[in-house]
């Protein structure tokens, strides 16, 4: 919501603006991946199965999907749990999330040209 506002009232650069929250939202599910390293989960979820297997059957790419509510965060704290290589991990989740910025600023710009 914070990136479309500042989108809408112009506030800066769009790829300034979509690097920042990338910036933001990737170190929070950074944060996930540690704490699933140091704090592992018990089986209490039901997303906690479904999570476990694409991460198991895909990879770190599955980390594309971090940007998803609930489930995102679940599969960064996975990753850690499962003990991943960091390369894989911080490329794919940066990646999901910023592809959902781009997507989020590509929606809001051209909803402000559709509106004038």
Not at 10 to 31: D, K, R, V
Not at 36 to 65: C, D, H, I, N
Not at 66 to 92: E, H
Request: aromatic content about 12%; glycine content about 12%.
């Amino acid at each position: 919501m914070v990136l479309v506002a500042l989108l809408v009232a112009g506030s800066g650069p769009t790829w300034l603006l979509i690097l920042i929250a990338t910036m933001g939202n990737s170190l929070g599910g950074l944060t996930n991946v540690i704490l699933g390293r140091f704090f592992p989960l018990r089986e209490q979820s039901r997303w906690y199965g479904k999570a476990t297997g694409w991460l198991v059957r895909f990879g770190p790419a599955t980390l594309l999907l971090s940007w998803l509510p609930v489930v995102g965060d679940l599969l960064c704290l996975l990753a850690g749990l499962l003990r991943m290589n960091w390369g894989p991990v911080i490329f794919f989740l940066c990646l999901g999330k910023a592809l959902r910025y781009i997507v989020v600023a590509a929606a809001t710009v051209q909803g402000i040209a559709w509106w004038h």
